[in-house]
């Protein structure tokens, strides 16, 4: 009997010691609540580094890598233009652009470019003319010379959202030289068009 009693008494005990433990029911429901939003928060939050560099941004030497990945030795510029040297070829001022790219031959005879604008978005109808002008202005400059004037007519210039990219090159045409200048034009166009996949693949992908 004595037993029994001490066994209800502890019993008891242990339910009044849960019972003051025990939080109101609004309390628990708030307190869920609160644990709930955290959780999201905590989640959403983490889910959101994926995402924080979703989009892809290239870089100019990446566009250029991967044209002379692609082109190897046929791909001749090597000499990058600073700022200033790109203003006095072009008339393409700092004011015009976000970041550019430019690469010529070592020697001044010798004409293979190509040339990327990240154009700032209100300027990049500025940035085409200038490139345009810059490519008419190597037209006139080299008639007296077959070679390079065939490679200055077969130039291309694109625009890939705001990028404008100028492309001069062909490198060695010996190879189509004895055909006449219709068959080096097409050559150097191919390449150049060679050269602008690259870019407009690595622009936009």
């Known amino acids: 009997m004595r037993k029994t009693i001490a066994l209800i008494m502890i019993g008891g005990s242990v339910l009044l010691t849960a019972c003051g433990n025990e939080l109101p029911e609004e309390e628990l429901v708030n307190n869920g609540q609160a644990f709930e939003m955290q959780k999201i928060d905590e989640d959403l939050e983490a889910s959101s580094f994926p995402f924080q ?9 990446e566009l250029k890598d991967g044209v002379k990945e692609l082109m190897g030795d046929q ?3 090597e000499v990058d233009l600073t700022g200033e040297e790109l203003e006095a070829k072009t008339g393409i001022t700092e004011d ?6 430019a690469e010529r031959q070592v020697l001044d005879s010798h004409i293979d470019t190509m040339i990327i604008i990240q154009a700032k ?3 990049v109808g500025a940035v085409e003319q200038a490139l345009e002008r810059y490519r008419s202005n190597l ?5 007296e010379h077959p070679q ?3 490679k200055a007519q077969a130039s291309r210039m694109e625009t890939i959202e705001n990028y404008v990219c100028f492309v ?3 490198a060695d045409t010996t190879v189509v030289a004895d055909k006449g200048e219709d068959e080096i034009i097409a050559y150097c166009q191919e390449e150049n068009e060679r050269a602008l996949y690259v870019l407009e693949k690595g622009i936009l992908e």
């Open 168 to 170: 001069q090159l062909g």
């Open 53 to 61: 560099n979703k989009e892809k941004f290239v870089t100019l030497t």
């Open 139 to 143: 037209i006139e400059e080299n008639k």
């Open 75 to 77: 791909y001749w510029p």
């Open 148 to 150: 390079n004037l065939c």
């Open 96 to 101: 015009m652009y976000v970041d550019f790219l």
């Open 121 to 123: 978005e209100a300027q």
